[in-house]
């Protein structure tokens, strides 16, 4: 039996909602389709996603007042849903930017005494 990942399972290790906060900041950076939205955050190190995984996680941001979407025709192709920031959204952007800030700073704490432990260890090994 295959159990269906969330688009929020593809970074284990990341912290909790680090897919949406990358949502918010590439729809910051500009409004985009969910394809292009899909590229993109593969260049913040979220590769993987599925475009319906992706497609469930916006318009649940959508619904919470995150982004907003419309319609965009094109001459060239069919329409498609593009997804923008609200200033709801921005205050999340910010938020969640400060709380990263903070997992950063005590991962780095973390891994600076694991490394000095390390060394120990690997100096009583020799």
């Known amino acids: 039996m295959t159990t269906r990942r969330s688009i929020e399972d593809l970074s284990p290790g990341l912290p909790r909602n680090f897919v949406r906060s990358c949502l918010l900041l590439l729809t910051a950076e500009q409004p985009s389709h969910g394809y292009d939205l899909l590229d993109r955050l593969a260049s ?8 319906g995984g992706l497609y469930r996680t916006l318009r649940s941001m959508e619904q919470e ?8 025709t094109s001459t060239a192709g069919p329409a498609r849903r593009t997804y923008q920031l609200t200033d709801e959204g921005r205050d999340w952007l910010h ?10 700073r005590i991962m780095e704490l973390f891994l600076q005494r694991y490394g000095e432990l390390a060394d120990e260890l690997e100096a009583a090994d020799r």
């Open 44 to 51: 913040l190190g979220v590769a993987g996603a599925d475009a």
């Open 65 to 72: 007042g995150l982004v907003h979407s419309h319609w965009e």
């Open 95 to 104: 938020a969640w930017a400060g709380a990263h800030r903070e997992s950063m």
